[in-house]
């Protein structure tokens, strides 16, 4: 499924980043990859979220949720 | 003999103000050979020995995909420095780690100095200081940049580590156990799988029999693994069964994962802050309540800036006054010439005097924006205006430049650096100006003041929202004709909630204080000084008769450009062109060339509006010189930042062409409909 598409208070895992290299680096260095857990904290509109990745919170547009796809990794948020 | 010092870390973590702090004023800038990065260079001399410092461009990973790593990661592989101080923003340990590891991985002696301290204690964290160096394997020597603690201690580390080959004691503790033929735990800092762990014993091997000088096999068999374009290209080897795939990506979350092991075990975080910025972010960034609470946040902002600071205003009048009276009076009795008394009393007193009272004004709303700022709020707005400013074609990243925009026009334009898309940077330039700056609020204080003496606040409140809006439209205009959409993506980081610190908030608003002091006394000063000299001379000489100066002159020349729309009087022309050296100038004008020595007074105002309404200029003019103010061309300093930013003078000419054209348009539309209703 798509980062976008994700519910509040669930952990999901990345599969995929499909984003220009200038961005897809900026995600690494935030520690943002493929196989990294993310927690998703709020959402809103078509999947505008705020994220919390490796101990770093982050607000994340559209165009880049909808270009990251994860899948659920079965765990509850860690809020 | 002398040592060669590299330091090295992630942009803003304050590797510059510590390696300014050890150099002083002694500096040479100069380019790495081949590529246009600058490179600082400086000396110091400690102990009788001179130790050269290098102070390498800031990056977040020694990857070769950027310029800045590729010059970070050829200079420390070059062995010309000695010792690597890597400088670490504790604040964020998480991230700065991750090039930490990177070094320690390269092989050369690493010191880590241990940069904002301050910022984690405030924060209410703790950082075990004893367990960080024992899980890294080199010296971590707390300081503090700004404050200039610990510099001796870290210089003092660098110097006994630049020969330490092999690393400090490693005492590692993970949760799983390792099958691995080598107990690489106590050699290395950073240990992976026992599966990546296999291959790069093998491919050491295979390093060491094919390039038999190479140094640090580990390393170049890690890059291998990574499939590093650099390092594949210049040692290849032949091991199809071992470098089947990319392992960058294993390579790095397994960096993380034991970047996370560190974090749980050397950072005791205050869960009472992360439970309150939950709390907080539950309110400030919800669906509903998101945007009302942000714009609740400006009107207070708005309110406080016109309400108590037109209080404390009152006082500064008075006290211009006296000065203005007793400079009179004074002058007057060392039978100073009539010249002189009116350049100073009527020129410099009445020009820079009337900018000087609205310093409470934009003392509290610099306040009030670095309040924002401090707290962790300004990057919430990113969040909450992504939805409406996405449809816009801007990242909504970019909303914040708008907001300092309230402030000043420069540095907001300074902050649109931030943006990483090009696009979004230009168009932000075009209409960041529109956002009403503190500059312009002086105007509408004297004009509402002088012509809606009811309801003053809530006229300057429709000036900014109009300028908001008229920056918006532009956007969606702009997005709506822009045929390569390319819009820019938000992507920001969101800080635990802080109170403000007196400290930080203190510096930004003297700054900005000074900035506008600074301004009072050299170009309002200049602008005061000229103004008086072409409304004082004409063709026949010195003149009280100020209808035959210069200025009358060229006022009347352009009073036709003015007149459809409203503002067809020659003093408000040449006041509104002496504006673009700064807009506060506006206001200092008038009051010159209406020759009033304390506008801001209520006697001052009554004169003024008096001689204003003799001329036909009523409330309607007041209502379009303030719109035409709020829109036209943006200050002197304004346009030069412009210039620099988007590194064009052709862009400054098209943003200053362009604003005066929607200025026009917009006073032209406001004043015909107003022809109609007032």
Known sequence: ?79 | MSMTIGFIGNPNCGKTTLFNAYTGANLKVANWPGVTVEKTEGSIARNGEEIRLVDLPGTYSLTSYTMEEQVARNFIMSGEADVIIDVVDASVLERNLYLTLQLLELGKPVVVALNMMDIVKKRGAEIDMHRLPEMLGCPVIPISARKRTGLSILMHAAEHHKDAHLHDPLIHEHPYGSHHRHDHHSEFAMVYSDDIEDKIDIIMDALKKKYPDLENLRWHAIKLLEQDSEVCRDYPVDLPDVLDRSYESDIINQKYDFIQEIIDEVLVKSERAEALTEKIDGLLTSKIWGIPCFLGTMAVVFLLTFAFGDWIKGFMEVGIDALSSGLSAGLESLGASPVVQSLIVDGIVAGVGGILTFLPNIFILFLALALLEDSGYMSRVAYVMEGVMSRLGVSGRAFIPMILGFGCTVPAIMASRTLENVRDRHKIMLVTPFMSCSARLPIYILFSGMFFPKNPALIAFCLYVGGLLTAIIVLAVIHAIDKRKDPGRLLIELPDYKLPGARTVGIYVWEKVKDYLTKAGTTIFIASIILWVLMSFGVSGYTADMSESFAAGIGKAIVPFFAPIGLGIWQITVALIAGISAKEVVVSSCAVLFGINNINSADGMTQMAGMLENLGFGQLNALCLMVFCLLYIPCAATLATIKKESGSAKWMFIAAGFQLAVAWVVTFIVYRIGLLVF
């Open chain 1, 1 to 79: 499924m798509k980062l976008s598409q994700c519910i509040p208070g669930r952990t999901y895992r990345v599969k995929n980043i499909d984003l220009p290299e200038a961005l897809s680096k900026r995600l690494e260095v935030l520690g943002m990859i493929e196989n990294t857990p993310v927690s998703i904290y709020n959402r809103k509109g078509k999947g505008i979220l705020i994220v919390y990745v490796r101990g770093t919170r982050l607000a994340l547009g559209v165009n880049i949720t909808e270009n990251i796809t994860v899948e659920d990794s079965g765990e509850g948020g860690k809020r």
